[in-house]
């Protein structure tokens, strides 16, 4: 069994996170994940802060066992659900989309580890120096907000230049992404994209029939000139948007208009016309549903036996 110093700080059996996903990531995914033995992740942005706080709840009743919730910072509540983990008690926390130095003090004299998602150097030891548990360092075949770096490339560079343990992301769809990146030195993977087709899973059967559809080439990037980069499927509202970023007749605020909800009628409506479906480059390797335990079992398993048998290779 694969086993690494980021299991015995947060008290999860396997090192591997399910990817904190905005309107998605619920606490009927998280403790799924969490009762298989990775560590489940609740997102923050869930229809309001007071709903997020159901979902702690819910997820208690779900699980015994660790598990977090990713805090998207620029989100509008972003000072309350702060607060709000504090008073649920919740004790891991992963942040993205800006900086958790507003609230690190608070949240380590709560006794909470934070787990910074971050994608490049400069900002992985600007985490560090703030006191993070850990990062997880991802990179940009991920799906939903991405950086430039590239998972191969940034993994390394990032362990070689902290202290804290490092987790890899972007691009780890099984044992062979898993192993690779215990390979570069990483404690642990999360995985975002696979997740998505796992029956506990509340995306719109159209999210997940897309995604069984997808090859190599069904994702795109668009809010690149916005420097807000986001990684999706293609279809009509992605091209559409790409296009309109572009067009110097078009304002930003026009292009964020259009843009505006995009996700939530992916997520719930299945809309392939105006939905957002957010993906990671992985979408090609997806080939069916199944359960959250599967997913965790075959990733776990996949990389165990593929570094067992990595010394075969040595002359």
């Known amino acids: 069994m694969i086993k690494s110093v980021i299991c015995d700080i947060l008290g999860i059996k396997y090192p591997l996170f399910q990817g904190g996903m905005a309107w998605i990531a619920d606490a009927k995914l998280a403790a799924a994940v969490s009762n298989a033995g990775g560590l489940g992740l609740i997102s923050s942005i869930n229809f309001g802060t007071e709903a997020v706080r159901e979902e702690i709840r819910k997820c208690r009743e779900l699980t015994d066992k660790p ?38 003090e608070k949240w380590k004299a709560a006794g909470i580890k934070v787990i910074p998602v971050v994608a490049s150097v400069a900002y992985a030891l600007k985490m560090q120096e703030l006191g993070a548990t850990a990062v997880v360092a991802e990179g940009a075949e991920s799906g939903g907000h991405v950086g430039d770096n590239h998972t191969m490339a940034l993994v390394p560079q990032i362990i070689d230049a902290l202290d804290i343990p490092v987790l890899a992301a972007g691009g780890i769809f099984d044992g062979r992404g898993a192993a690779a990146a215990f390979m570069f030195g990483a404690v642990g993977v999360q995985v975002g994209t696979r997740f998505l087709v796992a029956d506990e899973c509340c995306v719109h059967p159209n ?3 897309k995604l069984i559809k997808a090859s190599d080439v069904s994702t795109m990037v668009t809010g690149k000139s916005f420097g807000d980069a986001v990684r999706c499927l293609k279809n009509p509202f992605a091209k559409k948007f790409f296009k309109m970023e572009y067009d110097p007749a078009v304002s930003k605020e026009e292009v964020l208009e259009f843009g505006k909800g995009s996700l939530r009628k992916a997520v719930f409506d299945g809309d392939n016309s105006m939905g957002s479906f957010l993906a990671g480059e992985v979408a090609g390797m997806v080939t069916k549903t199944e359960p959250a335990e599967a997913i965790v079992k075959d990733i776990m398993e996949g990389a165990e036996k593929l570094l067992r048998n990595a010394p075969a290779l040595l002359a």
């Open 207 to 209: 999210y997940k029939e």
């Open 67 to 104: 598990f977090g919730v990713n805090i998207m910072l620029a989100a509008p509540n972003a000072a309350e659900i702060a607060d709000m983990v504090i008073e649920e008690g919740v004790k891991i926390l992963t942040t993205g989309a800006g900086s958790p130095s507003a609230y690190m």
